[in-house]
């Protein structure tokens, strides 16, 4: 009776390892998820135009409540690759509003990391005046940015990503950089069904677990 009880605990224990660490893999990859110009162009705000000077302001990225969905944003435009990941809030029909997160810009003129500059869902002016953005995702659309798109920066060195049609989109700094044209960009959100399906798994393994440990002792 002891042998027997003794397998069935060994073959409830490694279930619920297994359970663990697939939760605790979906958690990780969750939280990792052509041409150019020089101009101020009219999709950029008259302050731009005008020539106001840059308003210093301090960015900090972090969730901004433990029911937020994360966002898995990527782009691949021009020579301009990255990823971002996005606390956001759900604005119905499919759209979120961006309220926190960090870009990290892998490949093109403006490498390294980035805070959301929060804003939004209406548009808003930049502290530099340069761009006009509102932080909105569709991540169910092409593009999955409208006009105004997402709004990043650090040091005075601003980044604005927008949606122009499907496929097409433009990456901008306030230096005068653009590109506009085909690329890829990405707005990933994570299914609740399939944590819910991995953590169901992992309770009912430790509720047999000790159902079983009781029934025998």
């Not at 944003?73 to 926190?100: K, M, P, Q, R, V």
């Given at each position: 009776m002891k042998?027997?009880f003794s397998?069935?605990?060994?073959?409830?224990?490694?279930l619920?390892v297994i359970?663990?660490l697939?939760?605790t893999s979906?958690?990780a990859?969750?939280?990792v998820?052509d041409?150019?110009?020089?101009?101020c162009?009219?999709?950029?705000?008259?302050m731009?135009?005008?020539?106001?000077p840059?308003?210093?302001q301090?960015?900090?990225?972090?969730?901004?409540s433990p029911?937020?969905?994360?966002?898995?944003?990527?782009?691949?435009l021009g020579?301009?690759?990255?990823?971002?990941?996005?606390?956001?809030?759900s604005l119905?029909?499919?759209?979120?509003?961006?309220?926190a997160?960090?870009?990290v810009?892998?490949g093109?003129?403006?490498?390294?990391?980035?805070?959301l500059?929060?804003?939004?869902?209406?548009?808003f002016?930049?502290?530099?005046?340069?761009?006009?953005?509102?932080?909105v995702?569709?991540?169910?659309?092409?593009?999955?940015?409208?006009?105004?798109?997402?709004?990043?920066?650090?040091?005075?060195l601003?980044?604005n990503?927008?949606?122009?049609?499907?496929?097409?989109?433009t990456?901008?700094?306030?230096?005068?950089?653009?590109?506009t044209?085909?690329?890829?960009v990405?707005a990933?959100?994570p299914?609740?069904?399939?944590?819910?399906?991995?953590?169901?798994?992992?309770?009912?393994?430790?509720?047999?677990?000790f159902?079983?440990r009781?029934?025998?002792?």
């Amino acid at each position: 009776m002891k042998a027997r009880f003794s397998s069935l605990m060994n073959s409830k224990l490694v279930l619920l390892v297994i359970s663990v660490l697939a939760l605790t893999s979906f958690a990780a990859a969750d939280a990792v998820r052509d041409t150019t110009s020089s101009w101020c162009g009219p999709r950029m705000s008259q302050m731009c135009q005008a020539g106001t000077p840059y308003a210093p302001q301090m960015f900090q990225a972090g969730k901004s409540s433990p029911g937020d969905p994360d966002i898995f944003f990527t782009f691949s435009l021009g020579g301009n690759t990255g990823y971002a990941d996005l606390t956001a809030t759900s604005l119905g029909g499919g759209e979120f509003l961006a309220t926190a997160g960090t870009l990290v810009v892998t490949g093109g003129v403006d490498k390294g990391s980035y805070a959301l500059i929060p804003g939004g869902p209406a548009p808003f002016i930049s502290p530099s005046g340069y761009f006009e953005a509102d932080n909105v995702l569709y991540p169910a659309s092409d593009p999955v940015l409208d006009q105004y798109g997402l709004l990043f920066g650090k040091s005075g060195l601003e980044i604005n990503i927008w949606g122009n049609s499907p496929g097409n989109y433009t990456f901008a700094d306030n230096t005068g950089y653009s590109f506009t044209g085909s690329g890829t960009v990405t707005a990933s959100v994570p299914e609740a069904s399939s944590l819910a399906t991995l953590l169901g798994f992992g309770i009912f393994n430790l509720a047999t677990v000790f159902g079983f440990r009781r029934k025998l002792i």
